[in-house]
């Protein structure tokens, strides 16, 4: 998983260095059997972003993107999308969404929804089926062949500005952050607009081991992999 994801990462336009963050010495030595830098860091941090932070130290980054090794089928085109975010000045930290969720996924923990404001910036990430649909409101309920197109699936990458990253990781975990185990409701919290931008195709990650299989299929499938 972790060579799929540097992969994707190396073959972004926009990304000049691509270096494996962790404190496990078999990660470390997977991602260097693929050629990829590894910066071995402290054990105790709490979130992704925390490790990312102290890995990124010293590179003299602008911009420091946190891309998760249980994303294998990402994608570098959605990579330089989440750069292209940072087009925009008033952009500190960004993500990315797929518009549209299905009624079991509004319902799954494990699907991270997302509902955005005109510009795309977050209102609220949750774990819990949002928004909440009033029927009396006039809102139709969702059937099989149809999707909640005011939300979208979260994907668990994050970019920041190195300025950014350095305040966010100041931050103590708490508040809702802890409540729905999301490190970017700490973003919201703080008061900070986190730009989500859209990208046509969810990349299918591995959140418990039975994940594996899945994903190995869908490679398969598109010939990736034999």
Not at 66 to 92: H, K, T, W
């Amino acid at each position: 998983m972790i060579g799929w994801v540097a992969e994707a990462a190396r073959a972004a336009r926009a990304v000049r260095w691509v270096v494996v963050a962790t404190d496990d010495e078999r990660i470390a030595r997977a991602a260097e059997a693929e050629g990829v830098q590894v910066r071995m860091t402290r054990p105790d941090h709490v979130t992704g972003t925390d490790r990312v932070a102290e890995a990124a130290e010293g590179l003299g980054a602008d911009i420091v993107l946190n891309l998760q090794g249980d994303e294998p089928m990402l994608r570098p085109e959605s990579v330089d999308r989440l750069v292209d975010a940072f087009r925009d000045p008033e952009v500190s930290m960004a993500t990315l969404g797929v518009r549209g969720v299905t009624e079991a996924e509004r319902h799954d923990p494990l699907v991270v929804k997302v509902l955005v404001d005109d510009r795309g910036n977050a209102l609220y990430f949750s774990r819990a089926p949002i928004p909440f649909r009033v029927g009396g409101a006039g809102a139709v309920p969702l059937t099989d062949d149809r999707v909640e197109r005011e939300c979208l699936k979260h994907v668990g990458v994050y970019g920041f500005r190195a300025q950014a990253l350095a305040r966010f990781v100041a931050e103590p975990r708490r508040g809702i952050e802890a409540l729905e185990d999301l490190e970017q409701l700490r973003a919201l919290r703080m008061g900070w607009k986190v730009r989500v931008r859209e990208i046509e195709t969810y990349p299918t990650c591995v959140d418990v081991p039975e994940d594996v299989a899945v994903v190995e299929s869908i490679l398969r499938r598109e010939g990736v992999v034999g």
